[in-house]
């Protein structure tokens, strides 16, 4: 019930192409929906994150499409660029971090995008 | 722009020692976090502690684990008797009071367990 599954495991695009990584959860209590972009000797970083009254959100190159009753969200990457590669994970948490629950994550997108 | 750091980058002890992860979170944050990720897997989180105390645990945080914030900047996680299968990146995180207060997280101790 906790479990966020994450597809596809890796992904190479060329520039400019428009990956799309895909994520689905099974706790209708989850609230807050976020992407997470880890670089190689980093730590995540917050990328966007979407909350499930809203169907789309996008900021700059980075949209997040949410299906509530499919239980279902995904991370599109417009224009992608070699600098977009890295691994990307989409998370979900049952209310809002700030209150200092757990974020649980998917298994991870690695990301590669050729220039 | 303020940020989270983690220290040593990386330690490596021999199995059944006790080891201590240390983290600085950001300055004005009152949630911290502890997340670990072996090698090749997904991100897990081990506990959030808030107002001096555990709010909540996962089942990887058994008794092995123990987390304290000694004074008013550090955050450490101590791993009393170090397992094989402890070796794995640990993140330390922090966020704020706001209802999408995001989380920032340190770069991360690599331990390896030997």
């Known amino acids: 019930q906790q479990q966020v599954k994450q597809s596809p495991q890796s992904l190479i695009v060329q520039k400019g192409g428009i990956p799309i990584i895909n994520c689905a959860y099974e706790?209708?209590?989850?609230?807050?929906f976020p992407w997470y972009q880890q670089f190689p000797g980093k730590g995540p970083a917050l990328l966007i994150a979407?909350?499930?009254?809203?169907s789309e959100k996008k900021e700059g190159r980075f949209t997040i499409s949410f299906n509530k009753s499919a239980k279902q969200f995904s991370l599109h990457i417009m224009d992608s660029q070699p600098g977009d590669s890295a691994t990307y994970f989409c998370?979900?948490?049952?209310?809002?971090?700030?209150?200092?629950?757990?974020?649980?994550f998917g298994e991870g997108t690695q990301l590669t995008v050729n220039p | 722009e303020p940020e989270v750091t983690q220290t040593p980058s990386h330690q490596v002890t021999q199995m059944g020692q006790e080891v201590i992860l240390r983290c600085v979170p950001i300055?004005?944050?009152?949630?911290f976090y502890w997340y670990r990720q072996i090698l090749g897997q997904k991100v897990e989180f081990l506990v959030s502690?808030?107002?001096?105390?555990?709010?909540?645990k996962s089942e990887i945080f058994d008794d092995q684990f123990s987390v304290e914030r000694p004074d008013g900047s550090n955050f450490t996680l101590k791993i009393r008797s170090t397992k094989l299968e402890d070796s794995a990146m640990y993140f330390c995180?922090?966020?704020?009071?706001?209802?999408?207060?995001?989380?920032?997280f340190g770069n991360g101790t690599r331990l390896t367990v030997t």
């Open positions: 998370a979900a948490s049952r209310v809002p971090v700030g209150s200092g629950s757990r974020l649980t």
């Open positions: 300055s004005n944050h009152l949630y």
């Open positions: 995180a922090s966020g704020g009071t706001g209802r999408n207060s995001p989380l920032h």
């Open positions: 979407i909350r499930p009254d809203v």
């Open positions: 706790n209708t209590a989850f609230d807050y």
């Open positions: 502690f808030y107002n001096n105390e555990i709010s909540e």
